[in-house]
């Protein structure tokens, strides 16, 4: 128990909150959190938890160490490029500039030259289909998810969605692709079976009440042996036939192919095989913005753009700037640890490894994000004992290693080479504690 003379020793509240380090915390955070760390002490103090004489050194410690955010930065070391736990794309130098430019009153609605309302976004609009030239006009919105909703809905809300059971895909977090076209009025028209469909089967669901053809891009998994799939060009016959888009959801983000993953999907191909509109995520392999692209025909992406929902489904400011930004400027990142040399990764690995007193080994990366599944990216990590894991996330840097196989693998192509030094320290500090 406290007893009532320990009790009169606390500090006072006012005598806490005057104190130099807590009234220059104010510049950063807000009253009201730096009166709740104040409380916080005093009531330990209060119930003898904590001892008078340390409570102002306890509430200068915590104000000291206060954030206006939570969010730490981490440092990749999984060798999955596109990770969704840690945000996806990291953006570029270009794109971050750009955020903070657009942070504060921007010209997002307003041509400065004549004073007069401009169209939301029309510089990354117009970014996008300089970048992909295929595309005859583009409509930008929150996330893919919110692009295909917008898209099924706009043409076929009370209508059927024809789709393979091949294609009806669940993406992360139990999102399910199916859920989401239904949840705004489409109907699901599934056809085929989930190894093979054929264009007869989408050709026999066609009637009156279709109210657009999809194909889904699979990305997170693969049909490997006894299967079937119909193509692009044959789909967009088909679906001209009737006078309905042909909708294709890549997912990816990619504009145009990449030698790198010669087998997932981009925009330009799609198009120029037949696909009316496209869909595709900012912040997967296009590197940029959480936001949702559709792309393709311009009388379709105008009946997006003129759907209620598109109000809903809007980018904000900073998604814009970020993403003209991503398009505009020089590699992203994602691009540059998707490319990453690997002899260079391994002169990296073997150094940090001298470093810190640990092997380098082989271990693959991965695209990650749903893209590519199965396909390795061949670099390497520094082999560490598992239970190290722990304690380089919880570190300063945070470190997100890879625990496989009992052993904690830190790789290094989602690293940039300038912060090698500042993962030599964590990787040591972790190994002593
Ligand atoms: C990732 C993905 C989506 C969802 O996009 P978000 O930007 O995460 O909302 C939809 N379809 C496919 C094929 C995807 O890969």
Redesign the pocket.
């Known amino acids: 128990m406290t007893s009532t003379d320990q009790r009169r020793d606390i500090p006072r509240i006012d005598h806490l909150l005057a104190v130099p380090e807590v009234v220059a915390a104010g510049e950063w955070v807000s009253q009201h959190t730096i009166r709740g760390v104040v409380n916080d002490v005093v009531m330990s103090a209060r119930r003898g938890a904590v001892e008078a004489g340390n409570v102002e050194a306890l509430v200068v410690d915590a104000v000291t160490r206060l954030s206006p955010s939570s969010s730490r930065p981490v440092l990749n070391a999984t060798g999955i490029v596109v990770h969704t736990n840690l945000g996806r794309a990291p953006l570029s130098a270009a794109a971050i500039e750009a955020l903070v430019t657009a942070s504060g009153y921007t010209d997002v609605e307003l041509d400065l030259g004549t004073g007069v309302r401009s169209k939301r976004g029309e510089p990354t609009i117009s970014a996008l289909l300089a970048a992909c030239p295929a595309a005859e006009s583009a409509l930008v919105v929150n996330?893919?998810?919110?692009?295909?909703s917008l898209v099924v809905t706009a043409f076929a809300a009370g209508r059927d969605v024809v789709i393979s059971r091949g294609e009806l895909?669940e993406?992360g977090a139990g999102?399910r692709?199916t859920d989401l076209i239904e949840s705004t009025g489409p109907r699901l028209k599934e056809v085929g079976t989930t190894n093979r469909t054929h264009l007869n089967d989408y050709a026999q669901a066609m009637s009156a009440s279709t109210g657009c053809v999809l194909k889904?891009?699979?990305?997170?998994y693969t049909v490997e042996g006894f299967t079937a799939s119909v193509t692009l060009p044959e789909l967009s016959v088909l679906a001209a036939d009737h006078d309905v888009p042909l909708v294709a959801?890549?997912?990816?983000g990619l504009l145009r192919p990449e030698a790198a993953l010669p087998h997932e999907p981009d925009v330009t191909t799609a198009l120029t095989a037949g696909a009316d509109l496209v869909?595709v995520?900012?912040?997967?392999l296009m590197g940029g913005p959480?936001?949702?692209i559709i792309l393709g025909n311009a009388d379709m992406v105008a009946a997006c753009s003129a759907h209620p929902l598109a109000r809903a489904f809007r980018s904000d400011k900073l998604t814009l700037a970020a993403l003209e930004a991503t398009l505009r400027g020089s590699t992203t990142p994602v691009e540059c640890y998707l490319l990453a040399d690997e002899p260079t990764l391994r002169d990296r690995a073997n150094r940090l490894g001298n470093e810190v007193g640990a092997p380098a080994v082989r271990h693959d990366g991965r695209v990650g994000?749903?893209?590519a599944p199965g396909v390795p990216l061949p670099g390497w990590a520094v082999q560490l004992p598992e239970g190290v894991a722990r304690r380089l996330r919880v570190g300063d840097p945070s470190v997100l290693a890879r625990v496989h196989e009992g052993h904690c693998l830190v790789d290094l192509r989602c690293i940039p080479e300038s912060a090698d030094a500042a993962l030599a320290v964590a990787i040591s500090r972790a190994l002593d504690s």
């Open positions: 996330n893919g998810a919110a692009a295909l895909i993406i999102f692709l889904v891009h699979p990305s997170n959801d890549l997912g990816s869909i995520s900012g912040d997967k959480q936001a949702g994000g749903g893209g």
